[in-house]
């Protein structure tokens, strides 16, 4: 088995506009599709991202407030998930429930070092 991460893209405007109890069983079904892609009974590995932070450059001396991107092309989450391949990974990731807010997951495999 290899490992991907798949990161997490847009959506957020929809998402925002929901009440509390539509929110709460949208992230229910993350916990249930995480679960789902799991080798195990446990979530795979994976976090939502804060909207802000910090971007680091030149050997750590520019550091300026960030990331300044297009909305939907900030990073807001990450898992990491065990696949045989490129083409299983993203089977395993169209049930992700950031589509339902038109989000988008880009599915990279981790190179081992």
């Keep these: 088995m ?4 798949y990161l997490f893209r847009g959506g957020d405007e929809g998402y925002a506009e929901q009440s509390p109890e539509e929110m709460q069983a949208h992230m229910a079904r993350w916990g249930e599709w995480m679960t789902k892609i799991s080798n195990t009974d446990q979530p795979v590995p994976g976090l939502p991202l804060h ?3 910090k971007v680091v450059a030149d050997g ?3 550091i300026t ?3 300044f991107t297009e ?3 900030i990073v807001g989450g990450y ?8 083409d299983h990974a993203v089977e395993l990731s ?3 429930p950031i589509f339902e ?3 988008t997951v880009e599915v990279r495999e981790a190179i081992k070092m």
Aim: aromatic residues 6%; glycine residues 20%.
């Design 65 to 67: 407030d960030g990331p």
């Design 60 to 62: 750590g001396n520019l």
């Design 71 to 73: 909305g939907k092309e």
């Design 2 to 5: 290899k490992q991907f991460l």
């Design 51 to 53: 909207e802000s932070g």
């Design 79 to 86: 898992v990491l998930v065990e696949a045989n391949d490129l």
């Design 94 to 96: 169209k049930e992700c």
């Design 101 to 103: 807010f038109g989000g």
